[in-house]
């Protein structure tokens, strides 16, 4: 019977923790050889329940928690208290937590697990991702070309992208790896200045190792991907790698190996049919002096 320790986790959002906790109760329930029905049965539940908590998809409790410790045979004092403290930082508000009002379920979920990825690779057809925006190109597009009459919930928006981007600041930051379409550098999101305030910011953090750019040339366009889409990976060995993509309505969230291995594919044949990163950093040289 499986009566180990937590598996040590880095620092790690309330999401990821969630997701780390439910696999580990999944695999020490499985270890005890008992059903999510009888699980469920146990924390006054069901086995939707203990599914969906051991997939990471709602809090936990602490008394449904030390409750399934000793069904499944964890007796040990000092693991157990390992358990129930990750259980109380899983479920304390992360920083995003502020801007709730203006997120919807999905994309707090997001958040949270971009804040754990320790490798972030993403595709944009239509816009600079939003990991690299600047203040006023963020702007632009929360306005919807106004941002004169951007108002406190617009200005909280661009906030909220702003402080999102501090996780590429932070020790062991993620390495963020971006493919973009070309025709995302010449679409004039804000106006001329704007867009080579966008590029200039571009050629500057494209200095740091831990941030990639290429870019698809128009000759290659649409040939690999039909639209953007973001692959989150995790140092974490709970945590599953993760696309994410956002429609206008929501966000799918995949996880199953066969769509996993049918996006790296995909994002592997980019990196190929894009400029390196060298010829991209040349190519944003060359509209920010024709800019």
Same mark, same amino acid.
């Given at each position: 019977?499986?009566?180990?320790?937590?598996?040590?986790?880095? /620092?790690?959002?309330?999401?990821?923790?969630?997701?780390?906790?439910?696999?580990?109760?999944?695999?020490?329930?499985?270890?005890? $050889? =008992?059903?999510?029905?009888?699980? %469920?049965?146990?924390?006054?539940?069901?086995?939707?329940?203990?599914?969906?908590? /051991?997939?990471?998809?709602?809090?936990?409790?602490?008394?449904?928690?030390?409750?399934?410790?000793?069904?499944?045979?964890?007796?040990?004092?000092?693991?157990?208290?390992?358990?129930?403290?990750?259980?109380?930082?899983?479920?304390?508000?992360?920083?995003?937590?502020?801007?709730?009002?203006?997120?919807?379920?999905?994309?707090?979920?997001?958040?949270?697990?971009?804040?754990?990825?320790?490798?972030?690779?993403?595709? $944009?057809?239509?816009? =600079?991702?939003?990991?690299?925006?600047?203040?006023?190109?963020?702007?632009? =597009?929360?306005?919807? %070309?106004?941002?004169?009459?951007?108002?406190?919930?617009?200005?909280?928006?661009?906030?909220?992208?702003?402080?999102?981007?501090?996780?590429?600041?932070?020790?062991?930051?993620?390495?963020?790896?971006?493919?973009?379409?070309?025709?995302?550098?010449?679409?004039?999101? %804000?106006?001329?200045?704007?867009?080579?305030?966008?590029?200039?910011?571009?050629?500057?953090?494209?200095?740091?190792?831990?941030?990639?750019?290429?870019?698809?040339?128009?000759?290659?366009?649409?040939?690999?991907?039909?639209?953007?889409?973001?692959?989150?990976?995790? %140092?974490?060995?709970?945590?599953?790698?993760?696309?994410?993509? $956002?429609?206008?309505?929501?966000?799918?969230?995949?996880?199953?190996?066969?769509?996993?291995?049918?996006?790296?594919?995909?994002?592997?044949?980019?990196?190929?049919?894009?400029?390196?990163?060298?010829?991209?950093?040349?190519?944003?040289?060359? =509209?920010?002096?024709?800019?």
């Amino acid at each position: 019977m499986v009566t180990g320790e937590p598996t040590p986790e880095r /620092e790690s959002g309330p999401t990821a923790l969630r997701i780390v906790l439910g696999a580990q109760l999944r695999r020490l329930r499985e270890a005890a $050889e =008992i059903s999510r029905a009888d699980a %469920g049965y146990a924390i006054r539940g069901s086995e939707s329940k203990i599914s969906r908590m /051991e997939l990471g998809r709602v809090g936990l409790k602490e008394r449904d928690v030390n409750d399934l410790l000793t069904m499944y045979g964890v007796t040990e004092d000092e693991v157990r208290a390992k358990f129930l403290d990750m259980v109380r930082r899983s479920n304390s508000p992360g920083w995003w937590h502020r801007y709730s009002d203006l997120m919807p379920d999905w994309f707090q979920d997001y958040v949270g697990l971009e804040e754990a990825a320790s490798r972030i690779l993403t595709y $944009e057809t239509q816009f =600079i991702p939003g990991l690299l925006q600047t203040e006023d190109y963020a702007m632009a =597009i929360a306005s919807h %070309g106004r941002p004169e009459l951007a108002g406190p919930a617009v200005k909280r928006r661009v906030a909220l992208r702003m402080q999102r981007q501090k996780i590429l600041q932070r020790p062991g930051a993620p390495r963020l790896w971006a493919v973009i379409d070309e025709s995302v550098l010449h679409r004039p999101i %804000g106006g001329r200045r704007v867009l080579l305030a966008q590029v200039e910011h571009l050629l500057s953090v494209t200095r740091e190792s831990s941030i990639t750019l290429q870019v698809v040339p128009y000759q290659l366009s649409g040939y690999a991907a039909e639209g953007a889409f973001t692959m989150l990976r995790f %140092g974490e060995p709970d945590l599953p790698d993760i696309v994410y993509l $956002e429609h206008l309505a929501g966000a799918l969230y995949l996880d199953k190996l066969d769509e996993l291995e049918v996006y790296s594919r995909v994002f592997d044949r980019l990196t190929v049919d894009a400029e390196t990163p060298d010829r991209s950093r040349q190519l944003l040289s060359k =509209i920010r002096a024709d800019l």
